[in-house]
């Protein structure tokens, strides 16, 4: 019996300090990792000047897309707009650009500045086509292939590194 | 007589357990989600973009017809289990639902050999 306590008490030490190993050590930051090979969502988006709407078909005709939410509110979406301005120049690439929660004079006044690096632009007004792409914030983008497939996403601001991985990836 | 309480009191709580069923309360929901980018808060608690954003499609899930459990699974699609306070019982959180129980189990059945012995 005395046997069997130790045993017990043992299992019960170890077992908590394995639990408090895990969880000290995980990273519990959010991470796109698992959405890496998963499929986009179907969507149909309003463009930006509301004459029609884009939607997961007019992914399909492109090699690779690169889905950018961006608002001329957010200061970093301005940081990483030279890299969307280098990107819009590779011919296997399609930019769609989706306005996050801004106002259309101001995200107009923005491009009009910096230069509009998007092939196809839309809007989220609400917010609400950003959660099927889960996103929690902006800049983010996803670069998806024609099979509608993520092959990476990017939160934050784009960097020159993201710049040459993204060129891998697409030549 | 009895027999007639007893079916009234049936009727009375099978009643009060379809409309529970039917009902999806959004705050519970916004309660069980966690904001993404807040310290420790949930939606609920949150005024956040991320959580006013996350509301509306809420409220849009539930018009649909989706059930708790079925928004929980679309968000957790979306974001990862982390964006769910509660986990969701699968493959990789079943030691955590079942552990409970067997500790009971094997702790009672020590409690009672042990004390069996003592006598």
Redesign the interface.
């Known amino acids: 019996m005395q046997k069997i306590i130790k045993i017990i008490i043992l299992f019960i030490f170890l077992f908590v300090i394995g639990i408090f190993y895990i969880s000290l050590t995980r990273d519990t930051n959010y991470n796109t990792s698992s959405l890496i090979n998963k499929k986009t969502p179907e969507f149909k988006i309003i463009s930006f000047d509301n004459s029609n709407f884009y939607t997961s078909d007019d992914i399909k005709k492109n090699n690779y897309t690169l889905i950018n939410f961006w608002a001329s509110w957010c200061a970093p979406c301005k940081i990483e707009h030279p890299i969307l301005m280098k990107l819009s120049q590779k011919k296997n690439l399609v930019l769609l650009g989706i306005n996050f929660k801004d106002k259309d004079s101001q995200a107009k006044t923005f491009l009009s500045e910096l230069g509009n690096p998007y092939d196809l632009l839309a809007k989220d007004k609400n917010g609400k086509h950003s959660v099927k792409f889960g996103i929690y914030g902006i800049p983010e983008s996803i670069l998806i292939n024609k099979e509608l497939m993520i092959i990476q996403k990017f939160v934050g601001p784009l960097s020159a590194d993201d710049y040459e991985n993204i060129i891998k990836i697409i030549e | 007589m009895k027999l007639n309480l007893l079916l009234l009191l049936f009727i009375f709580f099978s009643k009060f357990s379809f409309a529970a069923e039917k009902t999806v309360d959004p705050n519970l929901i916004h309660k069980n989600l966690r904001c993404?980018?807040c310290q420790g808060q949930s939606i609920s608690d949150s005024n956040s973009?991320?959580a006013?954003?996350?509301k509306?499609?809420v409220k849009?899930l539930i018009d649909e017809g989706k059930t708790e459990n079925e928004i929980y699974e679309f968000m957790s699609d979306?974001?990862?289990d982390?964006i769910v306070f509660k986990p969701q019982f699968n493959t990789q959180n079943s030691l955590l639902w079942i552990l409970p129980y067997i500790v009971l189990i094997f702790g009672g059945f020590?409690i009672y050999s042990?004390l069996k012995?003592r006598q």
């Open positions: 993404l980018v973009d991320f006013q954003t996350i509306l499609v849009d979306k974001y990862g982390w020590f042990f012995k």
